[in-house]
């Protein structure tokens, strides 16, 4: 069935710049509905840089077409993260004062701001992925180790119900 493969992302000659010095140039990537697709190569190849000009936090060169619209160059983080868009940065950006629970309810807080109240059986179907979230839900999220750490990050960005999930360094 074509509508299960159909095209979420397609990038054709995306560049970003520093100043001067292109940390992309060209790129061209195209993601189908149910695929992983994986970016690889050295440090400083441009692996974040890409993540954070998908998801418009960079400004960038090229064409982009998300979900059959086309994205102009100042595309909006927060209309993507409206649209199903989430990445999870490197660098995990957790509310540390807050508890596990919390922290996943701050990844719906869209989907409620739009009208959805599915939140807890959301959080539900991550702590099915995540048991580990589950017993630590009462858990500041500042004290957790580095792997449940990781595993809180990506199950908030799931609980935005995303159609296109970035991942950073996962």
Do not use: C
């Not at 095209?7 to 061209?28: E, N």
């Not at 509905?33 to 970016?39: A, F, Y």
């Not at 589950?134 to 858990?139: G, I, L, P, V």
């Not at 449940?148 to 119900?161: H, I, Y």
């Amino acid at each position: 069935d074509d509508s299960e493969r159909s095209v979420v992302l397609a990038v054709r000659g995306l560049s970003v710049s520093y100043g001067k010095v292109d940390a992309l140039h060209g790129m061209t990537l195209e993601v189908r509905r149910g695929e992983i697709v994986t970016v690889i190569g050295p440090n400083g190849a441009g692996k974040t840089t890409l993540l954070g000009a998908l998801i418009g936090l960079l400004p960038a060169r090229g064409e982009m077409v998300y979900l059959g619209e086309r994205q102009d160059a100042r595309r909006s983080v927060e209309k993507l993260v409206r649209q199903g868009m989430t990445l999870v940065p490197e660098k995990r950006e957790l509310f540390a004062e807050m508890s596990v629970a919390d922290n996943l309810l701050m990844g719906a807080f869209d989907r409620y701001r739009a009208g959805h109240r599915d939140a807890l059986e959301t959080m539900d179907q991550v702590f099915d992925i995540f048991p580990r979230l589950m017993e630590r839900r009462a858990q500041i999220a500042g004290t957790l180790s580095g792997g449940e750490r990781q595993m809180l990050a990506m199950g908030r960005a799931l609980m935005a119900k995303p159609r296109l999930l970035l991942l950073d360094e996962p």
